[in-house]
């Protein structure tokens, strides 16, 4: 067994010094479809059960303010592995673009460091990523199918065989396939990116939970009843309302579905848990949990994402490092500092003892975990205090959502709507978010709040110069 990481690979990790390969741990990066921040029973959802799921946070850290920033399926997946904004990797929208070939791609960093690397499941991506080398492939295309799932594998050669059915729930499917790579034996530490299905619309739980949740209690959200007033035109004419598609007519069903599906995904969880536990490999193992992007569920009588508002960007972020790290915060501590899904590929990074490439836009989130030391933070455990968001999928034949940018700081979010359809003007949100978490009232227009407006559209065009996103839509 390799050796367990000491209080000098701690510090490594800390501060990004790489690691003898002896010492590098395996990491898991599990991401689910359409999950949003605050459905795990961790998080404090009234009914849903996720004890797996809350296993990691309890034994690591729960990040609460973890945001996507591109809140659409292709582009997020394209994001985690590049550790890129959309608009620099490629991938801007899930109508067909394609990975730029000169991003940075985490896999192959990996590779280089010495690591085994996986892939299994959902990548919605053009190619599936089955251009890319792996050392196990086992994935699907487009969407997938709930049951009797249609998956290739790659075989001992590293060639990707056909796409073939398989009999069973897809998450299920995919885990176990994901499980018998992870116990073959090996000589170099390994790294399994597990994406799932789960829970992605229109939902279809595992057999076993289809009568999970029956009798609980589905509240509709506060902003159930709130109509929009004082939103953009933009936001108001989107087609994304509760009982326009069959699968979002009942609305306490499709709950219920959902948090079965999230159920489904947390057994999943489990099944991985208890394999490293078997193996005994456990406390060499570093676990990340996230999703591509949060969902509506009735706010503003609402569903989908897309959109830079809260439920649809925040999604969850577990962390549990491995074992006799010193220095660090209790395990099961929150933090709340604002990061993103272009910090997860450069935490995978100093996990395995690498450095970043310097195209990569974000910072490892392990800092964060550190105890803070007396007197002033020093620059790796500083939080940004802001961050830019960016939404291209227009026009689009399904949820007509239009083409958007913003900035996000702890207190303020500014949101433009800068690529209008015909006969449409530009249009603009300002929302305070201490006084107003909820976005309710959007304060954009107000003669008193310009000041505010032009502050905020200087950061936005700062941020967007500084990511190389300025030159062009």
Partial sequence: MRLLLSFAVALSLAFGSPLSAADRPNVIVMMTDDQRHDFMSCAGHPFIQ????????????RYTNMFVTNALCAPSRATLLTGQYSHANGVRDNLGSKLNPNAPW???????????????GKSHVPGHFREKTW????????????????????????????????????????????????????EKPFVLFLFFKSPHRAWQPAPRNKDLYADA???????????????????????????????????DGMIRDYCRCITGVDDNVGKVLKALDDGKIADETALMYTSDNGFFLGEWQRFDKRFMHEPSIRVPLLLKLPKALKGYRPVGTKLDPMV?????????????????????????????????PAGPLPPHMTPRDAWYYEYYEFPDVSHNVNRHRGVR?????????YDPPFKFREEYELYDLEKDPEERVNLANRPAMQATVKEL?????????????????
């Avoid at 799932?149 to 796409?163: C, L, T």
């Avoid at 559209?457 to 839509?473: F, H, I, P, T």
């Fill in 50 to 61: 996720t004890p797996n799921t809350d296993r990691i946070a309890k034994e690591g850290y």
């Fill in 217 to 251: 209690a589905v509240k509709k959200p506060a902003l159930w009843d709130d109509p929009g007033q004082g939103k953009p035109r933009a936001f108001l004419q989107a087609a994304n309302m509760i009982g326009q598609y069959p699968d979002v007519k009942d609305f």
């Fill in 409 to 417: 700081t702890t207190k303020w979010k500014y949101i433009h709507y």
């Fill in 106 to 120: 985490l896999p192959d960093e990996l590779r280089r460091l010495g690591y085994e690397v996986a892939f299994c």
């Fill in 457 to 473: 559209k200087g950061k936005l065009e700062q941020l967007r110069k500084e990511l190389g996103a300025a030159d062009g839509k």
């Fill in 135 to 186: 050392d196990y492939y086992f994935g699907f295309q487009g969407q997938g199918n709930y049951l009797k799932p249609v998956i290739a594998e790659s075989g001992p050669d590293g060639k990707i065989g056909p796409d073939k059915p398989y009999e069973g729930w897809i998450d299920d499917v995919v885990t176990d396939k994901a499980i018998e790579w992870m116990k073959r034996k090996r």
């Fill in 340 to 372: 993103l899904n272009v910090d997860i590929a450069p935490t995978v990074l100093e996990l395995a003892g690498g450095t970043p490439p310097k195209t990569m836009h974000g910072r490892s989130v392990i800092p964060f975990a550190l105890t803070p």
